[in-house]
């Protein structure tokens, strides 16, 4: 019996997403939670077929404010939100 057929897996997007989980990981104790945000965002969103840069600028600032309330302001969760030559 033919199915729909599974469709080819893209070797970009997910060498960017795991890129951009990396860099998180990375950036997250030097350059702070608020530039680690950034940095995940836009390199995740390069990945897309459909990258528009401002959108991808405005989604990662957005993403980033709110990650900042949320676990330094609201979870009062230590952690730099910036690097430390920025403090």
Do not use: C, D, N
Not at 23 to 51: K, Q, S
């Amino acid at each position: 019996r033919e199915g729909m057929k599974l469709a080819a897996w893209r070797l970009r997007p997910l060498a960017l997403v795991l890129v951009a989980v990396l860099a998180f990981a990375a950036m997250i104790e030097p350059a702070g939670l608020a530039l680690a945000t950034l940095a995940v965002v836009l390199i995740g969103a390069l990945g897309g077929t459909e990258f528009r840069p401002v959108e991808a600028l405005v989604l990662a600032l957005g993403l980033a404010a709110g990650a900042v309330a949320l676990f330094v302001y609201g979870l009062k969760l230590t952690m730099p939100i910036w690097p430390a030559f920025l403090s």
